[in-house]
Structure formats: structure tokens, C-alpha cells
């Protein structure tokens, strides 16, 4: 068990974000034969440019990330630090926490206001392939960093629960938006308790009242739990913003400026 904890927490994540991005990217290429990477390429170069940007904020910041969770074990801070319970039983305490922390970050997300202006470049993508997955303002860095921080200074947890869950959550997340047809029957099984690619896609879908829905990460019973959860056909999800439509809203300069700008929320 120990050694297959030191293995999984060993990944370096930020290189094995580019090779899940690389390999379902091509796989959508292959399977999808709709969209093809010409006439889509456009989208990608620009969905290219924020996550690179991401990643190298992501690496840019990570000698702070690791300086508090050092510091963490070091005094024995937080909740789980102040009990005796077998390393197992925490890890998984610990990704359960984190996905509940999850959830109500992506909720304060779409409720503050000034979080959103952050947010809203994930969810301006009119089209929706694995290149959405981290199509993301390199900003969110410092929120989703400040996030995990926080949790691990109030709940006493790790840097290897962080990348254990990272290690599992990331794949998921590329998952989820993926542009393969998924079958039903994959809501049915695995839609109980986790967060499927539709569900996902939801989240993703243009009315607001969807928009505000399925925060879940990688477990879905939170949104269950507090009211947030909906269904819809995927065939009737309508992906972006209204505010972001114009094509020449969907650039990787115009959403990197984007949250300086006063843009207002419209529904349909
Ligand atoms: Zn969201
Ligand atoms: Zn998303």
C-alpha cells in the first residue's frame, strides 16, 4: 500500500495534465470524426494559450503551495492533525473533504461576483472538447491554490492527499469535457455517485438555472445534498455564455482580459 501511494503521489501534475490533454485530444479526433482538428483549430490554438498560461502561473506559485503545507505538518495544524487515526483512513477523509471544499468553492465561484469575473472564462467556451478542461483564467491559479490552502491549514491535510486527489480528480476533469457521446446508461451507474461528462456538461449549459447547477467535482451527492443538482438530454445543452457568443469574444486575449471588464451577465 505504501508503495502505491509513493508512486501515485510522485506524478508530476502539471506534466501529466499535458499528456491526458494531448492523449484524449487526439482520441476525440479519431472517435469524433465531426469536429475535425482544421476546423477547429482556431479554438484550440486559443484554448492552447490560457491553459499554457495556467500551467506556468501553476509552477510559478508552486514553491509557496509546498512552503505551507510544510509548514502544516511541521506544527501539526489543523483538524485531522489533532486525532489518531490510521494514515489510510485520512487520505480518504482527507479527498472527501477536499471534494466538499470543491463544491462550495465552484458554488462562491458563480455567487461572488468578482470570482465570476475569474470563473466565466471556463464557462465562455461555445464548443466543448477535452482542450475546455483548464481553458481557465491563469489567475483562477491563485483562487484554486488559496482554496486548497486553506482547507489543508482548517482540516490538517497533506501535500499527498492534495495529489492523490489531484492524481484521481484530473483525468475526470479532462473527462468531463470530452465532446464523445456518452451513453446513458453512464449516468444511470456511475451518475448515483459520481460526476459524469454530462452532468458536467450541464454545468456548462447556457441558461443560468443550468449554469448554477452540478458544482460537484468528483463526487455528485453534494449537489444532491444541497439542491443544486439538475438533469437535462445533452442534446439540448446550448454551451457558453450569452455575453461571450461573438467570435471575437472567444480569443485568448479578450478572456485574459475579460475579468477587468464590466460584462454583463445576460440569459437567454
Ligand atoms: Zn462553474
Ligand atoms: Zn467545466
Not at 508503495?3 to 503521489?9: A, H, N, P, Q
Not at 485531522?80 to 490510521?86: D, G, V
Not at 468553492?105 to 466565466?120: E, G, K, M, Q
Not at 492527499?161 to 457521446?181: A, D, G, Q, S
Request: hydrophobic fraction near 50%; proline fraction near 3%.
Amino acid at each position: 500500500m505504501d508503495s502505491i501511494l509513493k508512486t501515485l503521489t510522485s506524478f508530476d501534475t502539471d506534466i501529466m495534465f499535458v499528456i491526458l490533454l494531448a492523449l484524449f485530444f487526439t482520441l476525440e479526433q479519431v472517435l469524433e470524426k465531426g469536429l475535425s482538428f482544421k476546423k477547429n483549430s482556431t479554438h484550440l490554438f486559443h484554448s492552447a494559450l490560457l491553459q499554457t498560461g495556467y500551467i506556468l502561473l501553476n509552477i510559478a506559485t508552486a514553491s509557496v503551495f509546498v512552503f505551507f503545507f510544510d509548514w502544516i505538518v511541521q506544527y501539526k495544524i489543523g483538524l485531522l492533525n489533532q486525532i489518531e487515526i490510521p494514515y489510510i483512513l485520512k487520505i480518504f477523509i482527507g479527498i472527501l473533504i477536499l471534494d466538499f471544499v470543491g463544491y462550495w468553492a465552484h458554488r462562491l465561484n458563480h455567487i461572488w461576483s468578482l470570482f465570476w469575473r475569474l470563473h466565466r472564462v471556463h464557462h465562455s467556451d461555445t464548443k466543448m472538447d477535452s482542450s475546455t478542461s483548464f481553458r481557465a483564467h491563469p489567475f483562477d491559479v491563485f483562487l484554486d491554490n488559496a482554496t486548497l490552502i486553506v482547507a489543508g491549514i482548517v482540516f490538517g491535510l497533506d501535500i499527498n492527499i492534495i495529489v492523490l486527489r489531484w492524481v484521481i480528480y484530473m483525468p475526470l476533469f479532462v473527462i468531463h469535457h470530452t465532446n464523445y457521446k456518452f451513453p446513458v446508461w453512464v449516468d444511470a451507474v456511475f451518475g448515483k455517485v459520481f460526476v459524469t461528462p454530462n452532468l458536467h456538461k450541464i454545468h456548462h449549459h447556457q441558461d443560468q438555472e443550468f449554469t448554477d447547477s452540478n458544482y460537484g467535482n468528483i463526487f455528485i451527492f453534494w449537489d444532491k445534498l444541497f439542491g443544486t443538482y439538475k438533469e437535462l438530454p445533452v442534446q439540448e445543452i446550448k454551451y457558453g455564455l450569452v455575453e461571450f457568443e461573438d467570435s471575437k469574444k472567444q480569443t485568448a486575449w479578450y478572456l485574459l482580459v475579460s475579468p477587468f471588464l464590466n460584462i454583463k451577465r445576460l440569459d437567454k
